[in-house]
């Protein structure tokens, strides 16, 4: 199982930014993914974003609720997550996961600074 994910940058506050990720070696269409990330400073990883194996259903951190959107194309095998109204807290680290096979792949940087 191979993801990875691209799109990461330096953005400044209230910016816009698309992350996707890319998988392979794993039957996308039929497993949920997730985005999860890491904050500066810290070890653990914050859970952002879920969604189902259609894309009808899709769950959200509350810290990011309204303003990022996670999304799906299966054909393509490829996972985005839309990220609006972006805050310096935003800073991270950002992993897509597949949850079944417990995979990430290697993450994308994204900046919020003025």
């Known amino acids: 199982v191979q993801l990875v994910e691209s799109g990461g940058g330096l953005v400044h506050p209230g910016g816009s930014l698309r992350l996707s990720c890319t998988a392979s070696g794993l039957s996308f269409s039929t497993t949920y993914m997730t985005w999860v990330r890491q904050l500066p400073g810290k070890p653990l990883l914050e859970w952002v974003a879920?969604?189902?194996?259609?894309?009808?259903?899709?769950t959200y951190a509350d810290s990011v609720k309204g303003r990022f959107t996670i999304s799906r194309d299966n054909a393509a095998n490829t996972l985005y997550l839309q990220m609006n109204s972006l805050k310096t807290e935003d800073t991270a680290l950002y992993y897509c996961n597949n949850p079944q096979t417990r995979t990430r792949g290697q993450g994308t940087q994204v900046t919020v600074s003025s």
């Open positions: 879920t969604i189902n194996t259609d894309g009808s259903e899709t």
